[in-house]
């Protein structure tokens, strides 16, 4: 066999075998459905849905990437306890393209914030649904918040602070 016959043979080889993988996903499993109530929605420009063409999240779910930050709540007080996810891991776990530059939050009462990709991927923005190790309340803008930490608050105003989160749209 030549050594031309042999290259040729290996590349095909290595071709095939990489072929085979499938294609490649921005997570290596995709999140499962949510078993209990559905607390926030995903939209958009997403490659990883988990009910239908959404990736949804109960508090369970949420639980499984939660984190907790010390904040200093313009409505709330200062050195609260959340407990929550980043907006950026909500980004990555739900696929969000590579191409978009913006999680649009809609809140409730159709209130919206648009945060900039840049900018959750810099600061730790929080959607939070825990405070003191407690559920959020309605009236504590339950089931979900937005929070933003100290370093964040010179781009994004107290008024930006939004309650009632109830959907994020990947643009």
Do not use: H
Not at 143 to 168: C, G, H, I, N, S
Request: with cysteine.
């Amino acid at each position: 066999m030549s050594e031309k016959t042999l290259a040729l043979l290996v590349l095909i080889t290595t071709l095939s075998l990489t072929a085979c993988k499938g294609p490649a996903t921005t997570q290596e499993a995709v999140l499962p459905a949510p078993e209990g109530e559905v607390i926030l929605r995903v939209t958009g420009d997403i490659a990883n849905p988990n009910v239908g063409d959404e990736c949804q999240f109960d508090a369970a779910l949420i639980e499984q990437y939660a984190i907790n930050q010390t904040i200093d709540d313009p409505w709330m007080g200062d050195g609260l306890d959340y407990r929550g996810i980043l907006l950026s891991k909500v980004w990555e776990l739900c696929g969000g393209s590579d191409e978009a530059t913006t999680a649009t939050l809609v809140a409730k009462d159709g209130m919206t914030v648009a945060i900039a990709r840049e900018d959750l991927e810099r600061w730790p923005i929080m959607l939070a649904y825990q405070v003191g190790g407690e559920n959020l309340t309605d009236d504590q803008g339950g089931p979900v918040k937005l929070v933003f930490p100290a370093e964040a608050r010179e781009t994004y105003t107290d008024d930006q602070w939004m309650w009632w989160v109830a959907e994020v749209k990947i643009q």
